[in-house]
């Protein structure tokens, strides 16, 4: 992610907490109550985001595990296309009798 995403996601963030605030006072909440309501909804937004990266983390399903599995099967499938006949029959001799 470059930097002027994140600037852009961390004004939008900041711009959604204004307008939340703005239709809890529209709804008819005093500044205090729409403020707390406003930051409360924003940090539970923050809580379940960090959830769902942690989910993602504990499970590797991110991005960076999914490039190294490729790269060690594009590395893998480069080897044994490298390997002559004969050889690539050895290995698959190997493999059938540990099985």
């Known amino acids: 992610m470059r930097r002027i995403d994140v600037i852009g996601i ?3 963030v900041l711009a959604a907490g204004g307008i939340v605030y703005l239709l809890f006072q529209l709804a008819g909440l005093d500044s205090v109550s ?5 930051q409360a909804l924003l940090v ?3 809580v379940l985001w960090v959830l769902t990266y942690l989910f993602r983390v ?3 399903k991110m ?4 490039q190294l599995k490729d790269y ?3 590395v893998l499938e480069k080897r044994w296309e490298s390997l002559t006949p004969e050889e ?3 290995f698959q001799a190997e493999f059938e009798r540990e099985k």
Request: proline residues 0%; glycine residues 16%.
């Open 10 to 12: 961390g004004l939008a």
């Open 58 to 60: 504990l499970t590797q």
């Open 34 to 38: 729409a403020g707390i309501w406003s």
């Open 44 to 46: 539970g937004g923050l």
């Open 88 to 90: 690539q029959a050895k």
């Open 72 to 74: 060690e099967t594009a």
């Open 63 to 66: 991005t960076y595990n999914q």
